[in-house]
């Protein structure tokens, strides 16, 4: 079992960054993949980054350039740096981490933190 808890999530304006950040406890030495998903009003749930457990991290085509992700194993943190921050970032943004068993993958979902970027 893995327990998230993020925060950072704030009212920003147009342009501006923001600084997310979760940490995970429980059984966190079994974690694989560990970053983001972010949901907007209407949409689907969607990737953001998120680190398969080497320096590589996958990012949405939508936030590529704009956000860095930084994955601390030892720490058992996930932070998001999000730059030139655009209304269509607005969503709740949720840390996610995720182990193998032997025949799936098991998910964890943090609470959500609500990110607001005003025009």
């Known amino acids: 079992q893995v327990q998230l808890v993020e925060s950072g999530g704030d009212l920003v304006q147009a342009g501006g960054s923001l600084r997310l950040s979760c940490v995970a406890s429980?059984?966190?030495?079994?974690?694989?993949?560990f970053g983001w998903y972010r949901q907007a009003p209407g949409n689907q749930r969607e990737l953001v980054a998120v680190?398969?457990?080497?320096?590589?991290?996958n990012y949405a085509d939508s936030v590529k350039g704009r956000f860095t992700m930084s994955r601390d194993n030892a720490k058992n943190t996930v932070t998001l740096q999000m730059n030139s921050l655009k209304p269509e970032d607005n969503a709740v943004y949720y840390c996610?981490?995720?182990?193998?068993?032997?025949?799936?993958?098991?998910?964890?979902w943090g609470q959500g933190t609500q990110v607001t970027v005003s025009s």
């Open positions: 429980g059984s966190t030495f079994l974690i694989n993949r």
């Open positions: 680190s398969s457990g080497g320096t590589n991290t």
């Open positions: 996610y981490a995720a182990y193998w068993r032997t025949t799936y993958q098991k998910d964890f």
